[in-house]
């Protein structure tokens, strides 16, 4: 049996910027997911989680079908940029559209996903997970996830705080 909790946290509209303006075909262009700004204080905010003892933080991020591989490789070097503390063995990608929930194996009480996207928190909280909505401003204006918090990260000590209090709350 596993020891410690895993969080898994999203890229786009978590630690980089959502362009909700961007069309496909901007998402398909060579270069799109490389040049995606930070989002600095969730970036400390999860760097603050990494030195939580009982927590293994993995990224848990969805690629294009119709570019998985260049998707992928970009969002790759976007991590060894900004946040190369999360390793290679730690990020799991999966194609957007498909659940996330499906792509990690053993999904459990003790697994937290944070997300922006309530579809992708609906189906891990169905499938024995626990959810964070994160509200980037864009996002969450209607309140469609109800099946855990939902934190809007101002300070390094939110993400771990919402955390600490979901797996606190199962």
């Known amino acids: 049996m596993r020891k410690k909790n895993r969080v898994f946290i999203d890229m786009d509209g978590v ?3 959502y362009n909700p303006a961007a069309e496909l075909s901007d998402l398909e262009k ?3 997911f490389r040049s995606l700004k930070p989002c600095r204080r969730v970036i400390r905010a999860v760097r603050h989680l990494l030195s939580v003892k009982n ?3 993995y990224i848990l ?13 970009e969002k790759n070097e976007w991590l060894d940029r900004y946040l190369p503390e ?14 996330k929930a ?17 579809v992708n928190l609906q189906e891990w909280v169905q499938n024995g997970g626990r959810g964070i909505k ?15 918090p939902r934190v809007h990260i101002r300070k390094k000590g939110d993400l771990k705080t919402a955390v600490e209090d979901v797996l606190r709350a199962g």
């Open 15 to 17: 630690i980089c910027e």
């Open 134 to 148: 994160i509200l980037n401003g864009i996002n969450g204006l209607s309140g469609t996830f109800t099946g855990g």
């Open 55 to 57: 927590v293994d933080v």
């Open 61 to 73: 991020s969805a690629v294009l079908p119709q570019c998985a591989a260049e998707s992928e490789k």
């Open 86 to 99: 999360i390793g290679p063995k730690n990020r799991i990608f999966t194609l957007c559209g498909e659940s």
């Open 102 to 118: 499906e792509a990690v194996h053993g999904l459990c009480e003790k697994d937290v996903l944070c997300d922006d996207y309530s």
């Open 30 to 32: 060579s270069g799109y």
